[in-house]
């Protein structure tokens, strides 16, 4: 949308000196986040992130009375679920409600619109009307509702070209820039709000799920971006978008930090401060599913992933670290990607940063689409 | 429900002025609308019509500061989706949430409502408990939901028999009365506030969509009723609702305009000041679904629609009109019912008038159920 | 959740009185509401239950400008409907709005959460992240999607001991408590606010819909409770819940009151004040339904019902008792449950007692969730 609106959000002045946060170098040079799309952090700069960030914070501190909660007052919200979700349709329709806003939940299998297959509305004609009738839109696009790896991301981009208002990701096929913001936002509550030089272990865990790779790779992102040292560890075969993991390694030099890929687990918890497991696909996984049919390549994948054994955080590995958190993205796979124990133990930071995804997106939505 | 409660809508002072519209001749003198059914626009008078739309301009000049922008408050409206929409649904529930009030999307599938088929509750019952609960509800039903042409319009009066609250057609079968206001208010906004004497070209266009005759059918019968001279243009075999033509006949002649149908497009299009092209079926469809099955139904109808090669709006044919606008109610079935080069063009008015469907919606809410 | 929180909600007085209540006996010893689940009514104290239905009362009184007609400010509710409903959702989506928050229609079967069969999310998990989202949590859950009876209790209770928000009832295989609180505020409307020594007659209705026990048991639980003479008649085979059963003995004795269950329309309909008819399931039907399916399970149980061609309530039966009302809580099986002419008599209360659904929902939802 407008890339260079005039600063709006009313002085923003060192409050995050308030909420711990260390310092507000960055905050007096940024754009207005107002009318900007959201489809992944890597496109905002860390001036932006740190802004959002902060202002999630102040949420946090205070959910009902912030002087920007009536910022969505009596405007509407658009959820495009393409894909289902639990916690995605409940943190984004409680945050339109939170800010006096309402979300709509809209699932496009009911909706005329057109695909390769049949006539109806375009994107182009559905994302101008769309914009005369709400202030922003999320949408949600994952594996199963598309054909190839990146076309929901181009789908995503392709409503932010035509429409006049804000496109957020609820979660696509390559990002979930929402999940980052609230991870990073958890790790600071608990591990400090100095990142910097921390070491954060991004490891695939085992399971049935075939899990998107969205969460993981706005996790490397963002998480290389803020100056973390990053390790990614998984087995042969697991290789995330090269495209996502050069931009990484751009982060970590920009940063002055680390980004490094290990096949082995030992390598992986040594020293880590913060562990994240998560399982995900196989590169493979989509021409499969065009080639097979989603089931047949659902069964190859967790044949696949069933060799692992040991790609499960357990309270053993998370000894050989340095006292990590445990983090997830969520809904956590139980016994699969973390056992209960470290998933329930005292350094497990799960439901915070599930809690987390209403306060950023709140923030999102105010910066970017509240009333100015 | 009420159709003599004392006019109570404050002062209606002649705003219709500010916003350039003509005269305030009638406003005196109509009963208000409080309470009152909106199945057609052809059940409301001129001046209650007239009404809507001065409120629904103002509401469009003033979209989140209107004195009744919290005429709502609180308050619950039933949205009854029989059959799905995308605009429909979006633009009722923003309306609602403008208001301050919030629509709920209920979908009858997932209801245990009685059919002709299953046990469950009576329209009867469902109407009156309902209107224990909301200030309003509003019906959308068309062919797929419906044996026969007519079924819906009976639903919906069956509801408004029953239901102590107003009953708003979200488009059914005959007709699409929000739908018709949001054109008229296109066109003033476009063509001027007076448009009698101007020729509106109804014209049938081709495609795969089989479309229902509702927003063809409101159209004509608003745009005679409010004084344009109407032109109506299609193919042999696509004849609509001989009640509807009728009252067509007796609106022009009400109005002092005209009413023709014509098989010729060249007779159409000529000297037009507004072309609307919209797909509808043939007259035989419901007893071809009822007999064949729908999908039979479909397939017989686009085959005949496939002949009609010239019932495309281009820029050719729009060279032959009086510099006319295109409109259409959308969505837009690109290249079928017109080229991109007419619907993307400077006289196309498309998105304006798909805006418009909120601020008539509000208006409507605000007139008919907002808080007194 | 919080059991013994110091009672909040400011200076219950005895308005009670202005709206034609007894006493108000019990008010100042009783727990605060705020935190508790309503699982049951049983579950709650006879003075937690007065308190309920007192502000009931003040809702119905005063709908849109009671004093705590904006504890929901912004606050979002969880529904959870693993079988759908009408009345049920729509009530409570309006209760929420008419309290200034919002309900969140949610259905479990778009959500990515553990069964049996397939990986997901734990209960524990989702309702730990849900109670950092919103406020209270509704659910329902029936017949059709447990597999046992008992299932659909068992579910509410592990919700609510992992959850840190009240979880309520929306009608489980078990429990109704919502509609057994509107029945009794019918018959207070109606039959006046001293129910003590009123013969309520709970009767076995025929029909084609296999009904869940829920509505019934909650009520001869409710009305025991609070002092009516209650009469549950019944064809031999249809023996409800034997646990249920005891209590209501217990209850009747604790309020010095009666309870009996009879098989004879005679005795039954004797001197009644209030008569409900409702159809149910036999207590074989579950186990039917795993053995042989549901369809076949209910084409059984349509045939047992059948038999009893007497077990509907008409004018003649309604003439032998004490000018009784009649009571339903809906959807009503008109001409097998009831007549037409008993159920649209001036007697039937049927409307005004699902209004009241409204009424006690937002009570329950001020009192146990609503801002302190």
Known sequence: MFDSLPFSWLNPTCDRLKFGIESCRHVTTMKSLYGRDLITTQDWSVEELERTLDLSFEFKANRYDHPLNNCLDRRTFFMFFYNPSVRTRQSFEAAATELGG??????????????GKSAGETVEDAAQVMSRYAVGIGIRILETAIEHYGQGDELLRQYADNASVPIVSMAHDRFHPCQGLADVMGYRQHAGTNLKGKKILQVWGKGALVRSWCSVQESILINSRLGMDVTLAYPPGYDLDPEVIKWCEENAETADSTFEIVHDLEDGYKNADIVYSRNWMTAGFYEDMVKRGIDEAKKNEIE?????????????????????????????????????????GSRSIVYDVAENRLHVQKAIMALTMGKQ
Chains 1, 2, 3 share one sequence.
């Open 102 to 115: 309402h979300a709509q939940f809209l699932e496009p299998k009911t909706m005329r619109l057109k695909s």
């Open 304 to 344: 696949i992933a069933a060799k692992y054994d040991d790609w499960i955080t357990t309270k053993d590995w998370m000894s050989k670290t340095n006292n990590a958190f445990f983090t997830h993205c969520g809904p956590v796979d139980r016994n699969a990607e973390v056992t209960d124990e470290v998933c329930d």
